[in-house]
């Protein structure tokens, strides 16, 4: 599977240590490399979950059936300064989203 950038994802895997379940919803930040993938979890109010490397089997497209929820996913670990993720790009004005065609 190849992503692009700010493609919209699902993950495909329990991430326990982030605090990610398989379903989450996320974006792809960077393709550095084909098998290669940083990815971007957020929380529903924009504040960044995890920015974390991920391998393509980890994600998959988003599918026409599938149904977005809200989960409370407890303690965060503090966001890195500078790292503030989509609020941060919000902020500047600079997203352009790719969404899946329905």
């Known amino acids: 599977m190849s992503f ?14 982030r605090g990610l379940k398989r379903g989450d919803l996320g974006a792809v930040v960077d393709s550095p490399e084909p098998d290669a993938i940083d990815g971007e979890f957020v929380t529903a109010s924009g504040r960044t979950k995890a920015l974390i490397p991920l391998k393509s089997s980890d994600l998959r497209e988003v599918a026409d059936d ?3 929820s809200v989960r409370p996913t407890g303690a965060s670990p503090k966001t890195p300064p500078g790292a503030d993720g ?13 969404w899946p065609r329905l």
Request: without cysteine; proline residues 3%; aromatic residues 0%.
């Open 4 to 17: 692009q950038t700010l493609d919209v994802v699902v993950l495909n895997t329990d991430l326990p240590a």
């Open 66 to 68: 599938d149904l977005v």
């Open 86 to 98: 989509a609020r941060d790009i919000l902020r500047r004005g600079s997203v352009h989203i790719r």
